[in-house]
């Protein structure tokens, strides 16, 4: 089959065009950057003993915390965070809270499909209990439930979404968000909500402190160490002895030598416009300002803000060479360049429109593209890892996981083979970084060969290894 350009290419803008949107743009989070004032954490600098030693101030660390608390008050909790709160993923994501655990339906169902109807409700259970938590709490975190809406921008496409319950065709789809390049689009009312990424984590950490917990910033975990005392977490001017540990580290190297090759960092690209004026948002209607995404294998994920911007992000996936976290890779002109021209093609109708912000973020991918669990040292420390870009939601469900795995009463969640069972490692590099930039040419190849996958992709398949999401 003849490779042809996507649509994103037969339409891309004058490169002018391009490089005036992006002329005035800042390197720097938007989310971050749109807090008023914020609560700060002492560092550690004393020994100490306790119950509960949370490792990293994300999403999973955080609802941890609350949810330990919320369980057992009298219960002491420590928790660390190398830098600041919410400051990697938890502060850099689109804001998309899924109801799914599993990276959607078809990775579920391929390789838990005794139990993904299960897992499908408690995935919707999570997301009403997460909708609960911020009224219970008060959590000040711009929550909408919005649905998504999954839109074609190819033929091909189009018959993927042509039996969903809730299809729409070309004006259909039209009449809710007006780009020239959508064909045809499926809405999911009940599957997603958006919030505000970063003052959702800052937030949890006010209700955790709230609630008791000892939050510490700049007190990097380095070393996990068993003795006769009880599990020892150091730092580099204290040591927290403590009976249980939980380990929510994302994509950072692991205190466990175990999982150092069970994730792999994967940057993703952001771009977010300046707010837009009440004609150029009536240019393109999205009134019910669900979230919005394509169906392409490289595909792209949008919103609006409350402040009326839009965030424009995904497409490129980039693995740097050798799998290290650096800053450098944040600061990619030709992914913000290629994502500018792929929004103005979206809509041609926002020409003029400027982007503000630009970021990246490192995403914790694992070969089954949703988290996986564990206990170790005599079942005192408990991890998760791996969720693969779909954590905003998931690490509410990981949490509570986490708390039922280290209280050793099995639970429904404990019981799930998704829970219980490891995912396959990555292999160590060189041999990492060669298979999956092989993986992401081979699924930009089948985005330019409508849809078809390669010898390459379809072993990856058949041995429960393929991704298309």
Known sequence: MPAHRTAYERHAPDPRVVQRSLAATEQSVFWLNDIDARATYAELTASTRTDLTIVGGGYLGLWTAVHAKRREPGRRVVLLEARTIGWAASGRNGGFCEASLT???????SRWPEEYDVLARLGHENLAGFEADIRDLGLDCEWERTGTLSVAVEEHQVDWVRDEPHFFDTGQVRAEIDSPLFLAGSFEPDENALVHPAKLALELARVAADLGVEIHEHSAATALRRTSAGMQVHTDRAVITSDHVVLATNVFRSLLRRNRLMTVPVYDYVLMTEPLTTEQLASIGWA???????????????????????????????????????????????SHARLASHFLATFPQLEDVRFSHRWAGAIDTCTQFTAFYGLTHDDRVAHAAGFTGLGVGATRFAAEVLLDLLAGEPTERTSLRMVRERPLPFPPEPFAYAGINL????????????????????????????FDS
Do not use: C, M, V
């Open 288 to 334: 019910g300002r669900q979230g919005l995404g394509d169906l392409a294998n490289q595909f792209h994920y949008s919103r609006r803000t409350a402040g009326d911007r839009i965030l424009w992000g995904g497409y490129d996936a980039i693995y740097p060479a050798g799998g290290r976290l650096a800053a450098r890779h944040e600061d990619r002109p030709e």
């Open 439 to 466: 993986t992401r040419w081979s699924l930009d190849r089948a985005d330019h060969r409508r849809g078809r996958r390669n010898p390459y992709l379809r072993a990856l398949d058949a041995a429960g290894l393929g």
């Open 103 to 109: 990276h959607g339906e078809d990775n579920g169902r």
